[in-house]
T-cell receptor, first 112, second 117 residues
């Protein structure tokens, strides 16, 4: 079955790097995604990675994928107060009809 | 690009009322749209997959007669909560995929907060 886990909460100081982790169980993942949700809003797609890639970098965001350990991480460099939000990882699986399975979400709090 | 508009953003209505929520893809054609429900401080729960021109596919435990989905065009899907009751109060979010470009991610609307009195 599909199960995607994240730590619930992360607190960092402004300017530091944030690393948000995600573990999943389904080995037939095709794509893995990171979404950001601010209070009362929908989800904003941040970045995504194909399952045969190890790393993807996009400006301040770096995604690392360890397929062997089924571990995904999102690193945010130079974290700003505007980065405070809930971050969800999600996976789509082969033959899954493009459905996404979401992680539990990580609340990132950026302190001055 | 890839903008999804959801309307209304907030609805308050009396118990027994039916409420319609619209989800539009503004700059792409979406053969598939998805409807989610989110409880406070929780993750998203997929309710159904909406396919243009055909019946929606509902997830286990979701009442299709309660949550009516219509996907009549490539840019519009609607979710109607019929005879809503307080337990239907929640945050409903839609997403859409651009079906014409291979493997595309889902893009989300801003959500609709539904409050049933």
């Amino acid at each position: 079955g599909e199960d995607v886990e994240q730590s619930l909460f992360l607190s960092v100081r402004e300017g530091d790097s944030s690393v948000i982790n995600c573990t999943y169980t389904d080995s037939s993942s095709t794509y893995l995604y990171w979404y950001k949700q601010e209070p009362g809003a929908g989800l904003q797609l941040l970045t995504y990675i194909f399952s045969n890639m190890d790393m993807k970098q996009d400006q301040r965001l770096t995604v690392l994928l360890n397929k062997k350990d089924k571990h995904l991480s999102l690193r945010i460099a130079d974290t700003q107060t505007g980065d405070s939000a809930i971050y969800f990882c999600a996976e789509s699986i082969t033959g899954g009809g493009n459905k996404l399975t979401f992680g539990t979400g990580t609340q990132l709090k950026v302190e001055l | 690009g890839a903008v999804v508009s959801q309307h209304p953003s907030w609805v308050i209505c009396k118990s027994g009322t039916s409420v319609k929520i619209e989800c539009r893809s503004l700059d792409f054609q979406a053969t598939t749209m998805f409807w989610y429900r989110q409880f406070p401080k929780q993750s998203l729960m997929l309710m159904a997959t909406s396919n243009e021109g055909s019946k929606a596919t509902y997830e286990q435990g979701v009442e299709k007669d309660k949550f009516l989905i219509n996907h009549a065009s490539l840019t519009l899907s609607t979710l109607t909560v019929t005879s809503a009751h307080p337990e239907d109060s929640s945050f409903y979010i839609c997403s859409a995929r651009d079906g014409g470009k291979g493997n595309q991610p889902q893009h989300f609307g801003d959500g609709t907060r539904l409050s049933i009195l």
